[in-house]
Structure formats: C-alpha cells, structure tokens
C-alpha cells in the first residue's frame, strides 16, 4: 500500500478507505499535538503562561490520538497504514515549526485556531467516508469537539492568563519588539538622515548639479545602509542579551539607514537646484521630526529633549556640509 502511495503521488481523499482515514487522523493528530507541544516549549521562557495555554492543547490533541489508536486496533490490528497529510491531495499542509520563531503570540493563537478549524472540516469530511458505526460515531465526535476548540483555547487561555499575566505578556512582546527592530531601526534613521546631510549639500554646493548630488546621496545613503546593518548583525548574536536575531536587526537598521539617507538625495533628482534644495532641507526638517517622535514613542525620552538633541546635531552637520561645499 506505501509503495502505491509512492507510486501515484497524492491520493484522492475519496480513495481511502476506513483504515486509511484512521491511519491518517492518527497521523494528523500526533502531529498537531507535537506543534503544540513545540510552540509551548518555544513561548514557556517568555510567556509562561501562555505556553500553558498550549500545553493544554497538546494534550487535547494527545488524548484524541489516544482514542482513535484504541478504535483502530479494535477494528484493523496494531499495524498502522504509513499515511500522512502529505500523501493526500487537498490536504492543508501545517506549517514547519521553525517558521513560527517569526511569528508574534497573537499569530501563533490564530494558527491554532486555523488548526483546529482545519482539524473540524477533515473529521467532518471523513465522517461522511465511512460506513462503520463505530468509527463514524467517533469521527463525528471529533468533529464536534474540534469546533469547540475555539471555546476550549479561550477556556484555557482565559484559566492561564490573568490581567496580570496577560499585561507582563503584553509588556514582554512590547519590549521584544523595540530591542529588535526599533532600536536598531532608529539608529539607522539617525545615521542614515544626519550622517548623509554633509556629503550631500556639500556636494550641492560645490557642483550646483542636481544629478551629480543626487548620485553622491545615492551612494551614501547606500553605502551607509550595507555598513549598518552588517555592524548590527554582527555586534551581537541576541543570544545573551535577547535583544533577538541579528538578521532581524541588522535588516532594520541597513534599510532605515538608507531610507534616511534617500530622503534628501531623491529631491536632487529636481533640475531646478534651488527647488530642489529647498525640498531636501524640508524633508530633512521631516526625518528629524520622525526621530524625535520614535524616541519620545518608544524610548521614553521627553520630546523636547529629544527634538533639541536632533535638530542641534542635524543643523551643525548641514552647516558643515554647506560650508565645505561653498568654499
């Protein structure tokens, strides 16, 4: 039977018999079960409780393969048919675990639903495959339970997370998030507006050639991008500090660096030089602004303060650009 299986690629859901959609939901279950199980392991240093919540939900999937192995060798024997999601067509894959270390906890909670929906339309659809009673009595069962999974998720999430739990939860995910990309973010927006602004009006100034600016601002802000977000991967790997992956950081910080830096290039690529200068310093007037509202958002920092830091640092290195450029 395995070698038809290979043979012919995907099998039809009609095709298979009694002990094959056994052999299959058996399959099915034991591997949801372990996804659970592995996103609970994932999630248990940082959101204990909520890896509680999937806890559970592994061992509801655990005690369904239980009930559905204690049928099948009732009716075939302790030989299961070697079946699973993937040698189905039109079965809905699950996704590779190692996909949902990118994933946030509300995302996570939607794919168990998404699961268990999933789960509800195959025990329905078998049901109807088969002529049995008994394992169309427990089908229909699994069916009806695994519709009400949604409910049992909250049940179970509502026992595990309290206000407390549910508010360190959210002040976790809100802290992951700024240590993984708006710091880095930021310093990258800052490098990329503030550092670019000299070379750029220097160039300006000196050559009067909007083409020629903007090709040295392009080359900057570039330039600039690539030497951020290689410095910030490779600065720390997040494992001692948790402040997350290195790809993750270094892509937030080399692509905020050159957007920062673009913003006053691209207005060179107005012909009118004085209408493109005058552009440029009011987009710059925009990033630093931008700055200054990021750190006040997110790193506490009182808004005048930062503003005052920002526009004093950005005002001497565009005065700087401008006189090296006139002289």
Same mark, same amino acid.
């Given at each position: 039977? @395995? ?7 995907r099998?039809?859901?009609s ?6 959609i ?6 099915a279950e ?10 609970a392991?994932r999630?248990r /240093? ?10 559970g939900m592994?061992?509801?999937e ?12 009732e009716?075939?024997?302790p030989?299961?048919?070697p079946?699973?999601r993937?040698? +189905?067509?039109g ?15 509300e995302?996570?909670?939607q794919?168990?639903w ?8 195959f025990?329905?659809?078998?049901a109807?495959?088969t002529? /049995?009673? =008994? ?8 069916? +009806? ?5 949604a409910n ?5 999430e =509502?026992? =595990?997370?309290g ?6 939860? !959210?002040?976790?995910e809100?802290?992951?998030f700024v ?12 490098d ?6 000299a070379p750029v ?18 080359? =900057?802000a570039?330039?600039?991008g ?8 490779a600065s720390d790997?997040?494992?001692?500090t948790?402040r997350g992956?290195p790809? !993750? ?7 905020m660096?050159?957007i ?22 009011a987009?710059v007037?925009?990033e630093?602004?931008a ?5 006040q958002? @997110?790193?506490q920092?009182p @808004?005048w303060?930062?503003a ?17 450029g006139?002289?």
């Amino acid at each position: 039977m @395995f070698n038809r299986l290979l043979q012919t690629g995907r099998r039809e859901f009609s095709s298979l018999d009694e002990r094959e959609i056994l052999s299959l939901a058996i399959a099915a279950e034991e591997e949801d079960g372990q996804i659970y199980a592995e996103i609970a392991t994932r999630l248990r /240093d940082t959101f204990p409780a909520s890896a509680k919540v999937f806890e559970g939900m592994s061992a509801e999937e655990d005690g369904h393969r239980k009930r559905l192995l204690d049928l099948y060798v009732e009716r075939f024997g302790p030989r299961l048919v070697p079946i699973r999601r993937e040698h +189905v067509r039109g079965f809905l894959a699950r996704k590779p675990v190692w996909l949902m270390e990118t994933m946030s906890l509300e995302q996570v909670r939607q794919l168990a639903w998404e699961m268990e929906a999933g789960a509800s339309s195959f025990y329905e659809a078998a049901a109807g495959r088969t002529t /049995d009673v =008994a394992v169309r009595r427990l089908l229909g069962d699994l069916a +009806v339970e695994e519709r009400g999974h949604a409910n049992a998720a909250d049940r179970l999430e =509502a026992e =595990a997370l309290g206000p407390e739990e549910r508010a360190a939860e !959210k002040s976790e995910e809100h802290r992951q998030f700024v240590l993984t990309y708006v710091q880095p973010g930021l310093a990258g927006l800052m490098d990329g507006s503030v550092s670019t602004l000299a070379p750029v009006f220097a160039a300006a100034f000196a050559t009067g050639d909007t083409w020629q600016t903007f090709l040295v601002g392009l080359a =900057a802000a570039v330039g600039a991008g690539i030497s951020m977000g290689f410095t910030e991967a490779a600065s720390d790997d997040g494992k001692l500090t948790g402040r997350g992956s290195p790809i !993750k950081r270094g892509l937030a910080a080399g692509i905020m660096t050159t957007i920062g830096g673009l913003g006053h290039a691209l207005p060179y690529l107005i012909h009118e030089f004085w209408i493109a200068t005058s552009v440029a310093a009011a987009v710059v007037l925009v990033e630093l602004w931008a700055i200054a509202f990021i750190q006040q958002r @997110f790193m506490q920092t009182p @808004f005048w303060r930062a503003a005052l830091q920002v526009v004093l640092g950005g005002a001497l290195v565009f005065a700087a650009g401008i006189l090296i450029g006139s002289a």
